[in-house]
């Protein structure tokens, strides 16, 4: 299904500006109620500026490759903890283009929708080689959903990993700061109004 795509996962949302030492703290206890420890950790953030949208991912060693990938089917504790603060969907999402996608929505630190594909379930177009019906049906599949909903295109979140991202240590003590703040200057000037701030 995806030769030479790589699998990966992570917690995507509309970008909205916190505090960076709140982030570190709130992480840092959603890793530990997922049953790691935060030593040797950092929280990736990558943000898509056009449309505002963050990507959290884990940066550690359970999280590299396919079973890194897979970790985030059922680790869903920052999704839960950030939605509690934050007035947007946060999404779980897992890519594995040997198998499956899936995606999670989490609301008011509760889990709101989802939905899990296999692409073995799939019934592909009757002529394989039309690529525009194949790729109108992918944008029906949790990723193609996904991106509809957050106003960018599919192709786009398979790309996250490639994106440039800021590295929030969770080892580390971070004087109160913007998150916005840890991105390079290019960034910066395309940044999106912020909504309200996180407590």
């Not at 890194?68 to 920052?78: E, I, K, M, V």
């Not at 630190?109 to 019906?133: K, Q």
């Not at 996904?146 to 971070?174: D, F, H, N, S």
């Amino acid at each position: 299904m995806g030769a030479g795509v790589e699998a990966h996962g992570g917690y995507l949302c509309r970008f909205e500006d916190v505090d960076v030492a709140w982030l570190a703290q709130v992480a840092r206890f959603a890793l530990e109620e997922d049953g790691q420890r935060p030593d040797d950790v950092a929280l990736q953030v990558t943000v898509l500026g056009g449309p505002g949208l963050v990507r959290f991912a884990w940066d550690a060693p359970f999280t590299y490759g396919r079973a890194g990938a897979r970790w985030y089917l059922s680790h869903h504790a920052l999704a839960r903890r950030l939605s509690e603060h934050l007035k947007t969907a946060l999404h779980v999402y897992v890519f594995d283009p040997d198998e499956l996608e899936q995606v999670m929505a989490y609301g008011n630190g509760r889990r709101v929708g989802g939905e899990t594909l296999r692409y073995v379930d799939v019934e592909l177009p009757d002529e394989e080689d039309d690529e525009a019906a194949f790729e109108r049906l992918k944008s029906k599949w949790p990723l193609g959903h996904l991106a509809r909903v957050l106003g960018v295109a599919r192709e786009e979140l398979i790309r996250l990993p490639r994106q440039a991202t800021v590295l929030v240590e969770l080892a580390r003590e971070y004087a109160p700061q913007p998150l916005w703040q840890l991105f390079p200057e290019s960034l910066r000037r395309g940044r999106p109004a912020p909504l309200a701030r996180a407590g």
